[in-house]
């Protein structure tokens, strides 16, 4: 299973496992998962040799990060953490809008620093942009921390090109996250180019849009996707005839959905890490049973004429987020 080639993360970043494990899963956000299990997902996810974890500070306001700490006692040497800042929450688990300014920075490090157990963050970047204060000085206020020894490398999340540009040009980014699927083509026009221009890699959520094309289901209220446009009424029951195509296309080549969707991803080049968001151990392997999938330049025809991009019904968050995302401006 190891034997898999890594992919750097941008020209100056780490070479990874060519996918990544995303927790956010793990607290909370699709409903109630298991410690236990999550835990144990992680450590599968390292016997599997992946070496990429990713979490937020914000994700169960800080339960995710002790989480992966109590998951990588022992083990820290073998995981590269990739962190996102910078979301306020409220007690009731409200989302408040964004704090980058430097100070913030630099407290909500030391607090990551803490719940996770370890001396370094491998890499760390603001979750959004911050519309009240310029990515110049976010960066550099991260730049500091690095120089320091806290902080690795310096990644961005869902950032349009001119971010970009004026964050690289205070300091190298290794990566952007930014959500990428065969039905969420948006950073094809204009981001990746830029990205590639500047020699950056991407780290890409959302491979299976948050398990649309699984055929996976809302959980009940507490499922943040029960609210979300393309899970929900008339564009719920469009998308669903996508998801069936894409189904009948991976039973032909013996594979599940999830693994062609991801390998799908995979094969749009070397500098793209896909981010698994798996909660437990067989949606784990799984996953990674898509780094076996070859697709040809004739199933990647297929694949993209059975889910065309423009096909699915519904943006990726409701309006208010949307409006929130500096990547879709």
């Given amino acids: 299973m ?3 080639p890594l992919r750097r993360l941008g020209r100056t970043g780490p070479e990874v496992f060519p996918l990544s494990l995303g927790c956010m899963g793990m607290s909370g956000m699709y409903g109630p998962a298991s410690e236990a299990e999550s835990i144990a997902t992680i450590h599968a996810a390292l016997e599997r040799g992946v070496t990429l974890f990713d979490t937020g500070d914000f994700y169960g306001m800080g339960h995710n990060e002790l989480l992966l700490g109590r ?4 083990r820290r040497d073998q995981a590269l953490i990739s962190v996102k800042f910078g979301a306020l929450r409220g007690p009731d688990g409200a989302w408040l809008g964004y704090d980058s300014r430097p100070v913030a920075v630099k407290s909500a490090l030391a607090y990551t620093l803490n719940r996770l157990g370890v001396d370094h963050i491998d890499i760390y970047r603001p979750s959004r942009l911050d519309p009240a204060v310029p990515i110049e000085d976010t960066l550099g206020a991260i730049a500091d921390l ?3 020894g806290y902080v690795r490398a310096i990644g961005l999340s869902e950032v349009g090109e001119d971010t970009i540009r004026r964050a690289h040009a205070v300091h190298p980014i290794v990566d952007v996250q930014l959500e990428y699927s065969l039905v969420s083509r948006g950073i094809e026009a204009k981001i990746l180019p830029t990205l590639r221009e500047l020699g950056i890699g991407v780290t890409a ?14 959980q009940g209220p507490k499922d943040f996707r029960s609210h979300l446009p393309r899970f929900t009424g008339e564009d719920g029951e469009k998308n669903q005839r996508l998801v069936a195509a894409l189904d009948t296309l991976a ?8 693994q062609l969707a991801v390998a799908w991803v995979l094969s749009r080049g070397q500098d793209i890490v896909p981010v698994i968001g798996a909660r437990k151990r067989e949606q784990l392997t799984e996953s990674l049973g ?4 070859t697709l040809s330049a004739e199933d990647i025809q297929a694949l993209e004429a059975a889910v065309p991009a423009e096909a699915v019904a519904g943006t990726r968050y409701a309006a208010s987020q949307m409006s929130a995302l500096d990547s879709e401006r």
């Avoid at 898509?290 to 999938?293: F, H, I």
Wanted: zero cysteines; charged letters at 20%; glycine letters at 14%.
């Fill in 290 to 293: 898509a780094l076996d999938v």
């Fill in 205 to 218: 959520y959302g491979v299976l849009s948050r398990g649309l094309l699984s055929g996976s289901k809302p």
């Fill in 71 to 74: 998951a990588l006692q022992g």
């Fill in 251 to 258: 039973r032909r080549k013996g594979v599940t959905a999830s």
């Fill in 146 to 148: 690095v120089k320091a």
């Fill in 2 to 4: 190891n034997d898999h």
